[in-house]
């Protein structure tokens, strides 16, 4: 029913804004929603609260300065943003790293990507009424990466792991059980959420048909990662242009059918089974050598260009990096992949409930940080 | 002479009852917090007193001290009257309780009755928080309220009625009574009654899975989001209490009420009502919420007809 | 496909294009660029997937940067318009790929490169009423702090 | 009716399946620490405050150099064509604690404490003078060594 006006009575859409601070706009993101009762007419998300103009302080830093600001942008996967980072000034500057490093990157990686997704899990569950519990679950699981971490690297989230050339520290025998321990740990742990949140028949009653993002919207708005996957679209960076050395690991893509809400979330829980696999491979065949290729304390690449991309656990990555000869970056540019899964959110929401804008921005998983930058 | 021991008499038991009202709330408020606390891996409160018992008292004097924001735009004399509105009915419903073998206020012949029609007031006062303080968000969640406490009251008073039926009395304690050889519960079609009842009872006092006139992740708090201190304490007691209430009402007419060995009857009855408050909670920290249109669906689709059938095979076993 | 062979076939296909010396990046003119990506979104490139689109600034001229990929092709092209600080308008993509909406609205907020024909072309990382284009070279404002000392 | 009548006990079986998870975890211990009284030991490498030796700095400039967010200063003088300390400030409200400033220090002077509990009521407190002895007394009865 479209608003109507008859002669005695009235009506109008009701406008309101939901954000920036919301307890379930997953930052500072603020939605203007047009509402027709309780159905969404149409939405106008504003976004850029958090913007800390990433790229200008880029330009006036040198490069290994600005590895700690990576960890700022997708603060939930700091070690993937690293990661993302110094592969692509190493491919600006042409540097092959040591066999080990590529192993340990992997290792981090992947265990941080678990993390992330353990929180996509969690808030999604949060945002659908399950008050706290799964939550507090993801985080315990989570609590247990992030103490592998800081005896790592020493800091429990931003981690500036990650160097020009390695990594910044060796894993020693004793990190390496630990990780051994959390992978026997946290594969029950991952049943345990297909029991109270997977297949719970409240939860299918909410995600299900929910948010249908087709393949086709879903390449032609350049959504990535797990949103893509969720849509049936068989594309994973790690499969298909492999880095580092997932080319030689097992592991499979798992696609959703549909596209909905709940296919986005079952991709992410079914990541984690992967991601597990993955570490469990990387440590059994990871070789000794060194972690760091000496590199010298200033670098100056060459003036050119390169643009690089890795699977981050919320979509592809990209930088864009130009050099001009000095120590700094000419331009780096941060194609962030939530603020492209953000963009399709209008389009979705059109005629859903109010209480579905939720779901849907839930299942994206997007974060504010990297959409602000 | 007669009148002035009646008063004394009423004001005796008003204050016992307004006192366990206040104490159990608290005492529920604290459980509930253990309770979540433990279900998700964590202790809860644990500072004030052993385990953090006195916790609830700490934050009414806290809730006590706070400053009475009034929103500039609300309508002032709605927005004062909702809380007050919406703690009355649970209070008043503990006239029919039966606690014990005489343990109770007023054994009124129509106390089912009674109850039934408390239960539809505290909407008003819910909705009035919501269109009160003038807020979008309240005023969708007090829309919601009332849309859902209107489904829920059909399934609600039949599966309450089914249990009249089977003891002949709408007195509460004659229902009791009429449960002395065998509790409601194991007959087969007063299971099924207190299934539906125990859903509707969970969706009228807006607990999960039907929270959704709170809805936090939605509606940040729904009808109460403009309302701060000693307001927003009534609310929070009035819930409690209706929880209470629900969960005694079930024990009353579905557990044998005070009936037990061995233990006086008000042990009895507070056991099974507290025991019935766990089961609410643990429900409440393990499930998500229903949509708006899928609740509704819920109550019209499978609750009603449910109880129509069952209220119909009751009959037929009277009769038979 | 290689990103030579690529290059190749855009350049039988648009003879204006010409490649940037050292990389495989391919310099449109800025009249053709709503034409060379309505060729490429078909087969047989495909490109499917508008990537990124980045503006760099060189003083002399502002570069804006596509990058494309191809789900179904696995390969990747970038395009590159040159324009003078003078004429900053270039035609929108957003209505062949939507990704295109949200990153050409960035690169307006941050270079003030104006996309002709983009339905909604507003600010969207600074506030609506901001003053400016952040990342030109040029820019300067009171608060913005300066490089740390190198 | 009968594809209807199993989704139905489908459905209420997985909510006693998540009704039975979340009991499971009612009857386990806690996993959380109770924070002032308890509390987490810290890692060999932990980045907390940064802390110095005045007597091992060599005055190369090095960590003042690599600090993204300039956080540190440092003055020295000449004495007998040695250059020695004179001040050495650090901002701790800029302060990333990324620990560049320690992995590029040559004398291992800059090293990064333990200290994590890094909250003041006075705004001036966040700029310390490295080379005072007393410097992190108020901070480190909250912090285990």
């Keep these: 029913m479209d608003a109507t006006q008859t002669k005695e009575m009235y009506t109008e859409e009701f406008l309101i804004n939901m954000g920036p601070q919301h307890p379930s706009t997953h930052g500072v993101l603020s939605l203007e929603l047009k509402l027709d009762g309780e159905t969404i007419r149409n939405c106008t998300p504003h976004i850029g609260y958090l913007h800390r103009s ?140 297909d029991e109270l949140i997977t297949y719970n028949v409240i939860f299918l009653a909410r995600s299900k048909h929910i948010g249908v993002l087709s393949k086709e919207m879903a390449i032609n708005y350049s959504v990535t990662g797990p949103n893509l996957r969720g849509s049936g679209v068989k594309w994973d960076l790690r499969k298909d242009e492999p880095y580092l050395v997932y080319d030689k690991l097992e592991f499979d893509i798992p696609v959703g059918e549909n596209g909905d809400a709940w296919d986005r979330y079952k991709v992410r829980i079914e990541e984690m089974r992967q991601s597990l696999r993955i570490i469990e491979q ?15 304390r200033i670098l100056k690449p060459s003036a050119s260009e390169t643009y690089f991309r890795t699977e981050n656990p919320r979509g592809e990555l990209g930088f864009y990096i130009v050099g001009d000869g000095s120590v700094y970056p000419y331009r780096l540019k941060i194609r962030s992949p939530s603020f492209s899964n953000l963009a399709v959110l209008p389009e979705l929401v059109k005629g859903i409930k109010v209480a579905d804008i939720v779901c849907v921005l839930g299942s994206f998983d997007v974060l504010m940080g990297e959409i602000d930058r | 002479m007669l009148s002035i021991l009646t008063i004394i008499w009423a004001l005796i038991v008003g204050i016992i009852v307004l006192g366990f009202i206040a104490a159990s709330a608290m005492f529920l408020i604290w459980w509930e917090r253990k309770v979540s606390a433990h279900i998700q891996s964590r202790y809860g409160p644990m500072r004030v007193g052993w385990h953090g018992v006195l916790q609830s008292v700490a934050d009414a004097v806290k809730l006590l001290l706070k400053e009475n924001i009034i929103p500039a735009e609300a309508d002032k004399l709605v927005w004062w009257l909702a809380p007050f509105i919406a703690i009355v009915p649970p209070v008043m419903a503990f006239v029919v309780l039966p606690f014990g073998k005489n343990l109770i206020v007023k054994d009124l012949n129509v106390g089912v009755l009674y109850l039934m029609a408390l239960s539809s007031v505290s909407v008003i006062g819910i909705f009035m928080a919501g269109w009160g303080s003038n807020n979008k968000y309240s005023l969708i969640g007090g829309m919601r309220s009332a849309a859902q406490i209107i489904s829920y009251e059909l399934p609600l008073i039949i599966s309450m009625i089914i249990v009249a039926m089977q003891a002949g009395s709408l007195s509460m304690q004659k229902i009791v009574l009429a449960q002395a050889g065998c509790w409601n519960i194991l007959h087969p079609n007063m299971a099924m009654a207190f299934i539906v009842y125990i859903i509707a009872a969970t969706a009228e006092i807006n607990r999960v899975p039907f929270d959704i006139p709170e809805a936090e992740s939605e509606l940040v708090a729904g009808f109460h989001t403009e309302y701060s201190g000693m307001k927003f304490a009534m609310f929070f007691i009035g819930e409690y209490t209706n929880l209470f209430i629900i969960s005694a009402i079930a024990a009353t007419l579905f557990f044998g009420g005070w009936q037990g060995p061995i233990l006086p009857g008000v042990v009895w009855f507070l056991i099974k009502s507290y025991g019935i408050v766990f089961v609410l909670m643990w429900v409440r920290w393990t499930f998500p919420r229903l949509r708006v249109d899928q609740l509704m669906g819920f109550a019209w689709k499978i609750l009603t007809p449910i109880s129509f059938v069952n209220l119909a095979i009751t009959g037929w076993l009277l009769l038979k | 496909m290689r990103p030579d062979e690529i290059a190749a076939i855009i350049k039988s296909k648009f003879p204006q294009v010409k490649e940037e010396a050292g990389t495989n990046y391919i310099i449109v003119p800025k009249e053709s660029i709503l034409e060379v990506a309505q060729y490429i979104k078909n087969p047989p490139l495909g490109m499917d997937n508008l990537h990124c689109i980045t503006g760099i600034d060189r003083k002399e001229k502002i570069e804006v940067v596509y990058t494309f990929y191809s789900i179904g092709e696995h390969h990747g092209v970038t395009l590159k318009v040159n324009l003078t600080p003078e004429d900053l308008n270039v035609a929108s993509l957003s209505e062949i790929w939507k990704s295109a909406n949200w990153l050409e609205r960035e690169v307006y907020d941050l270079f003030g490169v104006i996309f002709s024909g983009h339905p909604d072309l507003r600010r969207i990382l600074n506030p609506y009423d901001w003053q400016g284009y952040p990342l030109r070279k040029n820019y300067s404002n009171p608060d913005f702090i300066a490089k740390p000392r190198m | 009716m009968i594809k209807y009548s199993k989704n139905f006990v489908i459905g209420i079986w997985s909510l006693i399946k998540g ?94 404490t333990k200290i994590y509990e890094i909250s003041v009521y006075d705004r001036k407190k966040l700029d310390i003078n490295l080379l005072d002895d007393k410097k992190y007394d108020e901070w480190t009865h909250t912090t285990i060594k």
């Design chain 1, 54 to 193: 990433m790229e200008k302080i880029a330009e006036n830093r040198t490069f290994t300065q600005f590895i700690p600001f990576t960890d700022r942008l997708d603060y939930v996967a700091s070690m993937n943003n690293n990661l993302g980072y110094v592969m692509a000034v190493e491919k600006l500057l042409n540097l092959e790293i040591s066999e080990r490093a590529k192993y340990i990157r992997v290792i981090i990686a992947e265990l941080n990507r678990i993390a992330s997704h353990l929180i996509a899990t969690g808030t999604f569950a949060q945002d659908l009424g399950a008050f706290a519990t799964p939550l507090f679950y993801c985080f315990r699981e989570r609590e247990k990466i992030v103490e592998i971490f800081d005896q790592i690297c020493g800091n429990r989230l931003t981690y500036n792991y990650m160097r020009i050339g390695g990594v910044l520290a060796d894993l020693s025998g004793e990190i390496i059980e630990k990780i051994k321990e959390f992978i026997e740990y946290m594969r029950p742990k991952v049943d345990d959420y």
């Design chain 4, 19 to 112: 009704l039975a998870v979340t009991i499971k975890y009612c009857f386990r211990p806690a996993v959380t620490l109770q924070y002032p009284t308890q509390k987490r030991p810290m890692s060999d490498c932990y980045r907390g405050l940064v802390g110095l030796h005045p007597e091992k700095c060599i005055v190369c400039y090095q960590c003042v150099k690599m600090c993204p967010t300039a956080c540190l200063a440092i003055t020295h003088k000449l004495e007998d064509k040695k250059k020695t300390l004179e001040t050495f400030k650090y901002n701790m409200e800029l302060c990333c604690f990324c620990g560049l400033c320690e992995q590029v220090c040559p004398a291992d002077a800059i090293v990064m």
């Design chain 1, 282 to 296: 990387a440590i059994e065949s990871l070789p000794q050598g060194e972690v760091t290729v000496r590199v010298g």
